[in-house]
């Protein structure tokens, strides 16, 4: 795990009398395969190297802040047509 993000956005709405605006929170974990290669030959680069950008809620960013920087995690997914 790379790390995470909590990103706030603000909006304007301009009415013809009045103005308002709106705010809209985004949460962001990050990861990445380790390095290391095949465990016999060093690279840069683990093959396949996947980045992973998962948005998440604010109880799942509130859990992943309290983890160790550069935790280990194991996450899988699954594409479907």
Known sequence: MEGVE???KK???YHSS???TYDETSHI???ESPF???GI???LLPC???QLKLGINEEEYDEFKKLPGHS???VSFELKK
């Open 6 to 8: 909590k990103w706030e």
């Open 29 to 31: 974990a990050f990861f």
């Open 72 to 74: 280990v995690m194991k």
């Open 11 to 13: 909006s304007w709405y």
């Open 41 to 43: 030959h060093p690279t």
């Open 36 to 38: 290391g290669g095949d």
């Open 18 to 20: 009045s103005c308002s």
């Open 48 to 50: 396949p190297y996947y």
